[in-house]
C-alpha cells in the first residue's frame, strides 16, 4: 500500500491471537517489514500463510537486542518478562507498541517515563478497547477538552455473559459455562469475571484523559459474579439493563473516583444497547460535550487494526524528525487525589429478601430514613410458599457509607432475612 524507500524494521514478541493478526496485516505494507519475531514455543504449528520460520526465534531478548529493529510490538501479556523486554528495546534505542493492559496499569508510569527519558515513544490503542480508536482520539482531535467523565464497557466476555443472562433468564453460572465451551470466556475467568480487566483497562484510560495517574490500588472493583438472573428481570421491569461499567469521574476539586461494578443504566441510556462482546466508551468533557464510541473490544483483527494504526503512526515520523509524536505522548502533570468509595454518591438497587411480616415494608423505609436515604421506589414481588417477600428498592442519591450502614442494620433485623443484591443505578 504505501511506498516508501526504507522499510522499518518491526521486531514482533508473541504470535497469538493479535500477534498473528498483526502479521498478517502488516504483510500489505511496502514500508514495514517484520525482521524477527518471538513465540515461547517453536513446535507449535503456525497455520500463517508466508511466514519464514528462519525468523522466528524463542529468544525474545534476541529482537529487543536486534539493532536492525526499530520498533518493538509486545505482544505476549502479563508482568514479566514484558516488563524486562520493553525497558530493554528502550535502553536499545526502540520505540513501542503494546497491547499489554496490566503491564500499563500496574507499571506504565514508570515506562513512559523511562521512554520520555530515552526520548522513545510507548503506543497502545490496542491495549484498551481493542478496536475502538480511543487512544488516540484523546491526544489529538480531543486534546482541547477537559475530559471529566467516563463510562465504558471495557471487557467483552462479562459483557457477553450479562447480555445472554438477560436475553435468556439464565443463572449466571449456567451462562458463564456456556460461554467456556465457546470460548468467550477463558478456564479461569477470574480477570474477566472479576474486574480486573477493566480495572487495568480504566486505570490507563483515566489516567490519559485525566493527564493524572491514577493508582490502580485505588481503583474500586466489584465483578459480576453476585448478579442473579431475579436482579436481570427486576431491572428490566424498572427500565434498566445491567452493565459491568468502567467509571471514572473528576470532580471539581480535581479528585478522582474510578471503579469498575456492575451497574443498572437506563435503557434509554447507548450503553444499555451495546450487548455481547461489543465494547464501548462514553465520554464527556468540555467543549465536546459527550460522546460515545463503540465496537469490537478483542478478536485477532479488530485487535490487531490498533496495533498496526500505532505502529504506522511511529513509522511515518522516523527519520524525519528527533523527537517524535510530541502530541502523541503519555503526559500526566501528577498523581490524582482518590476518592475512597465510602464517600461516593449513588443510586441503589436493593433486593431484599424479609419475612412476610405486618411493617416489615414499613421498617426499610424507616431504617433507610434514619440514615438519610431516601426511596425512588420499593416493590413487593410477591409472597413466596415459605411466607417469605422478595422487595426491591431502589433509592434516590444517597452517600455509599449511609447505604452500608442501612445494610448492616438490615442483617441484625430479624424480619429480614437475607440482602439478596446491592448494585448501584447510573446516575
Ligand atoms: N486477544 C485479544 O483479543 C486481545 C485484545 C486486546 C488486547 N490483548 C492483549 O494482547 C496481548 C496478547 O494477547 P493474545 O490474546 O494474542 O495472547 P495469546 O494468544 O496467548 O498469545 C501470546 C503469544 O505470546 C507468546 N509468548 C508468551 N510468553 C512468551 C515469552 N516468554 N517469550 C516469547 N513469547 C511468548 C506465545 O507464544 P506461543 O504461541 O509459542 O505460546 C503467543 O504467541 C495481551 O497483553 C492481551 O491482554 C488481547
Same mark, same amino acid.
Given at each position: 500500500?504505501?511506498?516508501?524507500?526504507?522499510?522499518?524494521?518491526? *521486531?514482533?514478541? *508473541?504470535?497469538?491471537?493479535?500477534?498473528?493478526?498483526?502479521?498478517?496485516?502488516?504483510?500489505?505494507?511496502? %514500508?514495514?517489514?517484520?525482521? =524477527?519475531?518471538?513465540?515461547?514455543?517453536?513446535?507449535?504449528?503456525?497455520?500463517?500463510?508466508?511466514?519464514?520460520?528462519?525468523?522466528?526465534?524463542?529468544?525474545?531478548?534476541?529482537?529487543?537486542?536486534?539493532?536492525?529493529?526499530?520498533?518493538?510490538?509486545?505482544?505476549?501479556?502479563?508482568?514479566?518478562?514484558?516488563?524486562?523486554?520493553?525497558?530493554?528495546?528502550?535502553?536499545?534505542?526502540?520505540?513501542?507498541?503494546?497491547?499489554?493492559?496490566?503491564?500499563?496499569?500496574?507499571?506504565?508510569?514508570?515506562?513512559?517515563?523511562?521512554?520520555?527519558?530515552?526520548?522513545?515513544?510507548?503506543?497502545?490503542?490496542?491495549?484498551?478497547?481493542?478496536?475502538?480508536? +480511543?487512544?488516540?482520539?484523546?491526544?489529538?482531535?480531543? #486534546?482541547?477538552?477537559?475530559?471529566?467523565?467516563?463510562?465504558?464497557?471495557?471487557?467483552?466476555?462479562?459483557?457477553?455473559?450479562?447480555? !445472554?443472562?438477560?436475553?435468556?433468564?439464565?443463572?449466571?453460572?449456567?451462562?458463564?459455562?456456556?460461554?467456556?465451551?465457546?470460548?468467550? #470466556?477463558?478456564?479461569?475467568?477470574?480477570?474477566?469475571?472479576?474486574?480486573?480487566?477493566?480495572?487495568?483497562?480504566?486505570?490507563?484510560?483515566?489516567?490519559?484523559?485525566?493527564?493524572?495517574?491514577?493508582?490502580?490500588?485505588?481503583?474500586?472493583?466489584?465483578?459480576?459474579?453476585?448478579?442473579?438472573?431475579?436482579?436481570?428481570?427486576?431491572?428490566?421491569?424498572?427500565?434498566? =439493563?445491567?452493565?459491568?461499567?468502567?467509571?471514572?469521574?473528576?470532580?471539581?476539586?480535581?479528585?478522582?473516583?474510578?471503579?469498575?461494578?456492575?451497574?443498572?443504566?437506563?435503557?434509554?441510556?447507548?450503553?444499555?444497547?451495546?450487548?455481547? &462482546?461489543? %465494547?464501548?466508551?462514553?465520554?464527556?468533557?468540555?467543549?465536546?460535550?459527550?460522546?460515545?464510541?463503540?465496537?469490537?473490544?478483542?478478536?485477532?483483527?479488530?485487535?490487531?487494526?490498533?496495533?498496526?494504526?500505532?505502529?504506522?503512526?511511529?513509522?511515518?515520523?522516523?527519520?524525519?524528525?528527533?523527537?517524535?509524536?510530541?502530541?502523541?505522548?503519555? =503526559?500526566?502533570?501528577?498523581?490524582?487525589?482518590?476518592?475512597?468509595?465510602?464517600?461516593?454518591?449513588?443510586?441503589?438497587?436493593?433486593?431484599?429478601?424479609?419475612?412476610?411480616? !405486618?411493617? &416489615?415494608?414499613?421498617?426499610?423505609?424507616?431504617?433507610?430514613?434514619?440514615?438519610?436515604?431516601?426511596?425512588?421506589?420499593?416493590?413487593?414481588?410477591?409472597?413466596?410458599?415459605?411466607?417469605?417477600?422478595?422487595?426491591?428498592?431502589?433509592?434516590?442519591?444517597?452517600?455509599?457509607?449511609?447505604?452500608?450502614?442501612?445494610?448492616? #442494620?438490615?442483617?441484625?433485623?430479624?424480619? +429480614?432475612?437475607?440482602?439478596?443484591?446491592?448494585?448501584?443505578?447510573?446516575?
Amino acid at each position: 500500500m504505501e511506498n516508501c524507500e526504507k522499510k522499518i524494521k518491526i *521486531g514482533l514478541i *508473541g504470535l497469538g491471537t493479535v500477534g498473528s493478526g498483526v502479521y498478517k496485516t502488516l504483510k500489505s505494507f511496502k %514500508n514495514v517489514e517484520v525482521k =524477527k519475531i518471538a513465540v515461547r514455543n517453536l513446535n507449535k504449528p503456525r497455520n500463517i500463510e508466508g511466514l519464514d520460520d528462519s525468523i522466528v526465534t524463542d529468544k525474545p531478548f534476541d529482537v529487543v537486542n536486534d539493532p536492525d529493529i526499530d520498533i518493538v510490538v509486545e505482544l505476549i501479556g502479563g508482568l514479566n518478562p514484558a516488563y524486562d523486554l520493553i525497558k530493554t528495546a528502550i535502553e536499545n534505542g526502540k520505540h513501542i507498541v503494546t497491547a499489554n493492559k496490566e503491564l500499563l496499569a500496574k507499571k506504565g508510569e514508570e515506562l513512559f517515563t523511562f521512554a520520555e527519558e530515552h526520548n522513545r515513544v510507548v503506543l497502545y490503542e490496542a491495549a484498551i478497547a481493542g478496536g475502538i480508536p +480511543i487512544i488516540m482520539p484523546i491526544k489529538t482531535i480531543l #486534546a482541547g477538552n477537559k475530559i471529566t467523565k467516563i463510562e465504558a464497557i471495557l471487557n467483552g466476555t462479562t459483557n457477553y455473559i450479562l447480555t !445472554k443472562m438477560d436475553v435468556q433468564g439464565a443463572s449466571y453460572d449456567a451462562v458463564l459455562k456456556e460461554a467456556q465451551e465457546l470460548g468467550y #470466556a477463558e478456564a479461569d475467568p477470574t480477570g474477566d469475571v472479576e474486574g480486573f480487566d477493566a480495572a487495568y483497562k480504566i486505570t490507563t484510560l483515566a489516567t490519559l484523559a485525566f493527564k493524572k495517574r491514577i493508582k490502580i490500588e485505588n481503583v474500586y472493583r466489584e465483578g459480576i459474579t453476585k448478579i442473579r438472573a431475579q436482579d436481570m428481570h427486576a431491572a428490566n421491569d424498572l427500565g434498566y =439493563k445491567i452493565k459491568l461499567i468502567a467509571s471514572a469521574y473528576l470532580d471539581e476539586n480535581d479528585r478522582a473516583d474510578v471503579r469498575v461494578h456492575p451497574m443498572l443504566v437506563s435503557k434509554k441510556s447507548t450503553l444499555a444497547h451495546i450487548d455481547y &462482546v461489543t %465494547n464501548a466508551v462514553s465520554i464527556s468533557g468540555h467543549p465536546v460535550g459527550s460522546i460515545t464510541l463503540s465496537g469490537p473490544g478483542a478478536g485477532e483483527f479488530p485487535t490487531a487494526s490498533s496495533v498496526v494504526g500505532d505502529i504506522l503512526a511511529i513509522a511515518a515520523e522516523l527519520g524525519t524528525t528527533d523527537y517524535l509524536l510530541p502530541m502523541m505522548r503519555c =503526559k500526566h502533570e501528577s498523581a490524582a487525589v482518590p476518592v475512597n468509595i465510602a464517600d461516593t454518591e449513588n443510586k441503589y438497587y436493593l433486593s431484599i429478601n424479609a419475612k412476610n411480616n !405486618k411493617g &416489615v415494608i414499613g421498617k426499610i423505609g424507616k431504617v433507610c430514613e434514619d440514615n438519610n436515604i431516601s426511596l425512588a421506589s420499593l416493590v413487593q414481588r410477591g409472597v413466596s410458599e415459605d411466607n417469605t417477600a422478595e422487595i426491591t428498592v431502589i433509592t434516590e442519591l444517597c452517600k455509599e457509607r449511609d447505604m452500608q450502614n442501612v445494610i448492616a #442494620a438490615f442483617e441484625k433485623d430479624d424480619s +429480614i432475612n437475607k440482602i439478596n443484591s446491592l448494585i448501584r443505578v447510573q446516575i
